[in-house]
């Protein structure tokens, strides 16, 4: 049933890369599904702007740059999902009066292109040692003129589709932090792409805590043994 | 404010406001614990929803929404223009949202907020995907003349869920749109004085948003204060055949059997809003 | 510091992550840890540690920005100059202040002389998340400098937190490559907590050599640092 243009099944995500600590930043890393690349940087907990300053919590700044041209409304959009999804996982109330910066650079648009970029902050943010209560994942996932779902779609895969579909979970409850469907689609459907998408992000995880582990590994090689 | 009665045992004691003020949050759990919201309303009504055709004669067609305070005004412009070279039969359909100090003091003077770029993205891609309205027809003369249709939409009074308010008024102006029957001849666009062609319309969607309380109260309609304490916004779009256009979610997390909750809330609106329409309708 | 021996494969933790206590009576949650309603929850990534004397938990990952902690030392520049006080660049979100009076046998009269860009080590004397960390130049349990103060000439290298973390949890490596290091080249340093690393010895040249062997010990696992520490010796 593999009949997708790179020879993936419906139900299968392309090949996660992940990198950490590429910057000299507080945090860094990259996220990549295929060919689809987002690097993500995070500063903080750092100085804040008088202007932007609030006394119970962090302020929470994000910026989204793409890969060509001066960022435009899908770039705003794209920074008010990246933050309303962290808002409510980032332990802000922690350090209060800080701002807490994260940059998000597009390096390659192959579709699922928020998916990656959330997975990247989340990444990002870890290895900034950001206090999060939950890491957050996202998937998405598109419904093709035949009504079959195609897990994350290359940017050929997203033309000309029913809709399209993002969803964003956390780790602990496996429940919805963020959706994004448009097109036309039924109840059915859309509850479809959620299970999958859900089932997906697990994948995700797991694949976020083996870099995690691969790395803390790599230092915990340097200490003497226990 | 003390309370200077002789009573020993009393605690200090404040008025509403002042509450409302130092712990918003608590506040409005307060309420919510009683099954009631601040504004009296309970957390299923939506508030009165007005809808007014025809109301900027200057333009080729307008609206103006309103939900409780929020009001929001819809202006279509038609020009002329030349297609897009990869869609020589297509014409243009442009929404912009402005939300100008005028209509809250969290909105400054200067280039559009975040805000407002969000929506008018949101409606953008509404239009769009869920292909509301057949672009072909706003063809004058394939690869030479095409209609562009400026859909400007002013939030003159914020007081949340302007997402629903912007729907409405954006469909229902296209609705309201009389084009003049235009002909290509010699490089020049003539058109008619009388204003007759309506736009066929494909899907009439409609929007419902909700806000979600302490991961379990879900306020229908949220008012400023809800959306600024929540955090928290789904919106739903559902067309007239009862198909989903549009989910969007932010904010704290939810469960599957919510989200079924909020879809089955936004069919009921549906049905709300078109007979809110259709009055609309017979009143001009 | 005594670590469990019970587990000895790396517990690597992910914020969310439940943490299963085994005894519940007086725990004492340390960094990366919280307690929310009736468990406790990770909040950082990185290895969990945990001691049975006392019962502390604590996670511990490769943080590159200082969070200030009392009691930390820690090697900040000196960015404000008032009547009252100092304002210092420690590398935390806020500036950290350093009181006039907090120096060994200084009062209204006899006060310190620092300037813009003076390299002060210090102790942290008060860290708090609404307020901006204070500094001190002397060890309270003794009253004196106890080697807080102006550290003069010398090069500060900036490493990673955990480097620095290493140096006090006395790494016998560690500690072996500065034994060598000080037979070869005299020299002296002092470790902030916040992830910088002040050298200065008796010529410049030195002062390089020292600053690029402590600095190249940084990536290196310990069987490398020995080889370091063996070449040194030659």
């Known amino acids: 049933m593999a009949n997708r243009a790179d020879k993936r099944s419906f139900s299968t995500i392309r090949p996660i890369s992940i990198s950490q600590s590429l910057l000299s930043r507080d945090g860094s890393a990259s996220f990549s599904f295929g060919k689809t690349k987002v690097l993500c940087s995070v500063n903080g907990p750092a100085e804040v702007k008088l202007r932007d300053e609030k006394l119970d919590k962090a302020t929470i700044d994000v910026v989204v740059r793409p890969l060509v041209g001066t960022p435009g409304t899908k770039d705003k959009t794209h920074e008010y999902i990246l933050r309303s999804a962290f808002e409510s996982v980032i332990q802000s109330g922690l350090h209060p009066r800080t701002q807490i910066q994260i940059v998000s650079q597009v390096m390659m648009d192959d579709g699922s292109i928020i998916a990656a970029a959330i997975n990247a902050t989340t990444m990002a943010l870890i290895d900034a040692g950001i206090p999060m209560k939950d890491i957050v994942a996202a998937v998405s996932c598109v419904i093709n003129k035949e009504d079959q779902i195609l897990l994350d779609p290359t940017a050929q895969e997203m033309e000309n589709v029913k809709s399209i579909h993002t969803f964003a979970f956390d780790k602990s409850s496996s429940s919805l932090l963020f959706c994004e469907s448009l097109g036309l689609f039924t109840d059915d459907q859309y509850f479809n792409c959620y299970e999958l998408c859900n089932v997906a992000a697990g994948r995700i995880f797991e694949e976020i805590r083996g870099a995690i582990t691969n790395k803390l590994q790599e230092y915990q090689g340097y200490q003497t043994e226990l | ?284 | ?234």
């Open chain 3, 1 to 234: 510091m005594e670590i469990d021996l019970e587990k000895p494969e790396l517990k690597v933790v992910l914020p969310g992550d439940p943490i299963n206590v085994t005894k519940k009576e007086n725990i004492k949650l340390g960094p990366g840890l919280t307690q929310t309603q009736d468990s406790i929850i990770c909040i950082k990534a990185g290895i969990l540690n945990h001691t049975s004397v006392k019962n502390k938990w604590w996670v511990e990952n490769n943080q590159r920005r200082y969070i200030p902690a009392e009691k930390e030392s820690v090697i900040g520049t000196v960015t404000y100059k008032g009547g009252e006080f100092y304002r210092l660049d420690i590398g935390s979100a806020h500036q950290a202040i350093l009181p006039i009076l907090a120096f060994e046998n200084a009062n209204k009269k006899n006060r310190p002389n620092l300037n813009i860009g003076s390299l002060i080590y210090a102790r942290i004397s008060l860290a708090n998340k609404d307020m901006e960390p204070e500094l001190t130049c002397v060890n309270p349990e003794s009253n004196k400098a106890d080697g807080y103060g102006e550290l003069k000439g010398g090069f500060v290298i900036k490493c990673s937190l955990r480097y620095c973390r290493r140096f006090f949890s006395g790494e016998i490596e560690l500690i072996s490559l500065l034994e060598l290091l000080q037979k070869k080249k005299d020299f002296e340093m002092a470790i902030g907590m916040n992830g910088r690393i002040w050298i200065t010895s008796t010529s410049i040249k030195d002062t390089i050599f020292c600053c690029n062997v402590i600095k190249g010990a940084e990536n290196l696992n310990c069987s490398d640092i020995n080889k370091v520490a063996n070449s040194l010796g030659i």
């Open chain 2, 1 to 284: 404010m003390g309370n200077e009665n002789n009573n020993l045992k009393s605690t200090i004691t404040f008025e509403a406001e002042t509450f409302r003020r130092i712990q918003p949050e608590e506040y409005l759990r307060k309420f919510i614990q009683q099954q009631v919201r601040p504004d009296g309303r309970s957390f299923n009504h939506f508030r009165k929803t007005t809808v007014n055709l025809s109301c900027i004669s200057t333009a080729d067609g307008s609206s103006m929404v309103r939900i409780g305070n929020t009001t929001v005004v819809c202006g279509i412009k038609a020009e002329v223009s030349e297609p897009n070279v990869n869609l020589p039969n297509e014409g243009y359909l442009v929404p912009n949202v402005d939300l100008s100090p005028i209509c809250s003091p969290r909105f400054k003077p200067g280039p559009p907020s975040e805000q407002a770029q969000v929506l008018s993205e949101n409606l953008n891609k509404l239009l769009k995907i869920s292909k509301v309205i057949d672009l072909k027809t706003l063809c004058i003369e394939e690869g030479k003349a095409v209609w562009v249709l400026f859909a400007d939409i002013v939030c003159v009074n914020y007081d949340g869920n302007v997402f629903d308010a912007c729907v409405i008024a954006l469909i229902s102006a296209l609705m309201n749109v009389r084009l003049p029957k235009a002909f290509y001849e010699d490089g020049l666009v003539k058109a008619t004085e009388e204003k007759s062609i309506t736009l066929s319309i494909i899907r009439t969607p409609y929007s419902a948003s909700f806000a979600m309380f302490d991961g379990q109260y879900l306020l229908v309609d949220p008012n400023e204060m809800e959306e600024s304490i929540t955090k928290d916004g789904t919106t739903v779009v559902v067309d007239e055949t009862g198909q989903l256009c549009n989910i969007w979610k932010i904010g704290s997390s939810c469960s599957p059997e919510q989200l079924k909750t909020c879809i089955s809330k936004a069919r009921d609106r549906y049905a709300d809003i078109t007979s809110i329409i259709e009055k609309a309708k017979q009143a001009i």
